[in-house]
T-cell receptor, first 116, second 110 residues
């Protein structure tokens, strides 16, 4: 299993440009997440999905959109890039077990995005 | 909303010494998880604590969950250079989301 894969690894955008960060997992996990990590900070949840066709906002959703048409893929869309979106973006997936209060998250390698 | 605070933010340790990092939540947690992120890498799951007062060990790492399920600690003994990185705690309440602390970044002096 490749686990969680993300593309691209690095990207530089100009203000106002748009792009899609790709995330794919091959573990058949139903839950998927997008986080951003700013320097010296923890992880902030942008959006999450509990299954295909279901998405919901996290702590910092403004400026982003997501879709979940399949179990495997969870792309993150930036429509009008702004310097404040310069960050490292991590995708993660998990398979919560009902009643077990467990949902270990498996992270992808990240996408380093710079908006100039 | 739920907040998870982690201290200290930075920990500079002499190789061979012990240290502890602490995690405190504003709300009661159903579980708490610890992750390690090496420089330039991604977070990797270390352990999960679920029960009040639970203590788990992984070699030189000891994890503890508080009695009230609102705080946790990670204690590392005999620090090695392989321990370098940022350690995050992440608390889960009664939903599917984890709230991450800001992390403790550990550097080791040989």
């Amino acid at each position: 299993n490749a686990g969680v894969t993300q593309t691209p690894k690095f990207r530089i955008l100009k203000i106002g440009q748009s792009m899609t960060l790709q995330c794919t997992q091959d573990m058949n996990h139903n839950y998927m997440y997008w986080y951003r990590q700013d320097p010296g900070m923890g992880l902030k949840l942008i959006y999450y999905s509990v299954g295909a066709g279901i998405t919901d906002k996290g702590e910092v959703p403004n400026g982003y959109n997501v879709s979940r048409s399949t179990t495997e893929d969870f792309p993150l869309r930036l429509e009008l890039a702004a310097p404040s979106q310069t960050s490292v973006y991590f995708c993660a997936s998990s398979f919560p077990i009902a009643g077990a209060a467990t949902d270990t998250q498996y992270f992808g390698p990240g996408t380093r995005l710079t908006v100039l | 909303g739920q907040q998870v605070m982690q201290i200290p933010q930075y920990q500079h340790v002499q190789e061979g010494e012990d240290f502890t990092t602490y995690c405190n939540s504003s709300t009661t947690l159903s579980n708490i998880q610890w992750y390690k992120q090496r420089p330039g890498g991604h977070p990797v799951f270390l352990i999960q604590l679920v029960k009040s007062g639970e203590v788990k060990k992984q070699k030189r790492l000891t994890f503890q969950f508080g009695e009230a399920k609102k705080n946790s600690s990670l204690h590392i003994t005999a620090t090695q250079t392989t321990d370098v990185g940022t350690y995050f705690c992440a608390g889960r309440s009664n939903d599917y989301k984890l709230s991450f602390g800001a992390g403790t970044t550990v550097t080791v002096r040989a």
